[in-house]
Every structure is written in C-alpha cells, then in structure tokens.
C-alpha cells in the first residue's frame, strides 16, 4: 500500500516552480468570468442512472454559498431523457444531439459555453454531500498551479502504483487536500512513454472533477475515439497536453461523489 504521501516536499516544490509562472498568467486572464462555477453534466443512454444523479443534485440547487448554473449536454439519448429533463425544471441550459457524437466532441460543445469554473459530472455519478463548492473555490484561488481538483469516493485510490502525491497542503479556510502530480514518463506497464512530455495519470481526468476552463482552453480540444476509446483519448491521450502545466488537488475531507456499479455507457458500441 503506497502511503498518502510519496513525493518529498523539494520534488513537489520543484514541480509547482515549473509550472507556477505561466500558471498565474492563465489564472489572470480567466478571473472574473461569468458564471463563476457552471455544472456540466453530459448524459448518454442512460435514463436510470441520470435520474438518480439528477435527483441526487436538487439539493446543490439550493445551497447558499456559491451560484452556479447548470448545463445538460445530452449524447443522442433520444426522447426518454428529453422528457425527464424538460419535467425536472433543473437544468437552466439544454443541448441534444440527435446522434452520440462522441465523449471529446460533446465536453468541447459544453465547454464552449464558459465560466470560470467547471464542474464536470457523468451521469454514472450520486452527489452525497452539498457543501463543498466554496471549499474546492478556497484551493483554486490560494493554489494557482492547481488545474483540477478531484471529488470522487473510491477506496484505494492513493494505492495505485503510479501515484504521485505531494504533502498535505491547507489553505486559510482550512480545507485539507495532497496535490497530485503528473505520474512518470517511464513506465510503460502502466501507459508512460519515455517521449511523453509528462505521465499520463494523477492530474488529468474526467468527472466527478472540477476544473479551471482556462485551462481547456489553453491545452486545446479534447480528442474523440472510437469504442472504449472514446474514454481513453478523453482521459489519457488528452492529459498529455493538460499535465504539462497543472497539478490537481485531491482533497482529504471533501469526496461527495459516489459511483455506484452500473453497466458500461451504451454510448461505446456507437460508430462514431
């Protein structure tokens, strides 16, 4: 079992001093966006699951702390999922495409429409605790290489081998979380290539997160696959280019996404 802790704090500090520069003048350029958080939601074929997750989010609607809107992006569901969504009255935007166009294509679409900060959510997910949206503000404003800030419950996360996880950081507000680093460039057992710029793991990922958009916009479009592949250009083929600039914040005491089993998206077996 790796501990939550395996890079000392010269190697972590090391990696923000490379990154903090450039970091800082994304960070400018974004600030004052509107809306601050908008939550991004991308749902394909799976009226089951995006029910509950859509019911599990009603209670975030009314939080106090932090506004947010909330954008629906809806990967060729057909019908079934249109009515949920127009009955549910949750969603203050709404995008259907008649076909799947393809997990790259249809976060893009979304993330067109910008805010500051995006909270990106699979319609896989159930949102247990509310209160967290100023928490994940509190380390995005104090820590300005931090990129992304991971918010999923999954056991044994911190144990996979290609982890790399800084010291505990602490911001004002006392939110407790270990930034992650890019994971080695050197592994091929576990996907690196000595040509990469950076590992491919740790700091990119898809939902639940939340995300700077700058740094979308700064890294480029998010690739499309085929299959199974879809999710793998997505996440790995796109954290190539995103983990050369950022780091992410996991936090300790902030996981209020679960991911129940469910069956695979139905969107993979779609020719693209």
């Given amino acids: ?26 960070v400018e350029a974004g600030r004052g966006m509107s809306p601050l958080v908008r939550l991004v939601i991308l749902s394909c074929k799976r009226p089951v699951e995006f029910t509950r997750l859509m019911e599990s989010l009603r209670p975030l609607k009314v939080q106090e702390r932090v506004r947010f809107e909330t954008l629906l992006v809806d990967n060729g569901s057909g019908d079934e999922v249109k009515r949920i969504v127009e009955a549910s009255e949750f969603f203050d935007k709404m995008v259907f495409f008649r076909e799947n166009q393809g997990m790259g294509k249809a976060i893009n679409y979304a993330l067109e429409h910008s805010a500051e900060f995006i909270l990106f959510v699979e319609d896989d997910l159930v949102l247990e605790k509310t209160d967290f949206l100023w928490a994940c503000l509190s380390i995005f404003r104090e820590f300005q290489e931090v990129g992304i800030i991971k918010l999923k419950r999954k056991d044994a996360w911190d144990a996979k081998p290609y982890r790399r996880i800084g010291p505990m950081q602490t911001t004002t507000t006392g939110v407790r979380f270990h930034p992650w680093l890019p994971s080695s460039r050197w592994s091929f057992r576990w996907g690196q290539r000595p040509w990469y710029p950076v590992g491919i793991h740790n700091v990119w990922s898809l939902g639940p997160v939340m995300f700077r958009w700058v740094a979308w916009k ?55």
């Fill in 218 to 272: 700064e890294a480029g479009l998010i690739p499309s696959g085929q299959g199974r592949g879809q999710a793998v250009a997505a996440e790995e083929e796109y954290s190539r280019r995103f983990n050369r600039r950022w780091l992410a914040a996991r936090p300790v005491d902030i996981q209020p996404f679960r991911q129940p089993p469910t069956d695979e998206s139905p969107g993979f077996m779609d020719r693209i």
């Fill in 1 to 26: 079992m790796i501990p939550p802790q395996n890079v000392s704090e010269s190697v972590y500090r090391r990696e923000v001093e490379k990154r903090i520069g450039y970091c800082r003048k994304l």
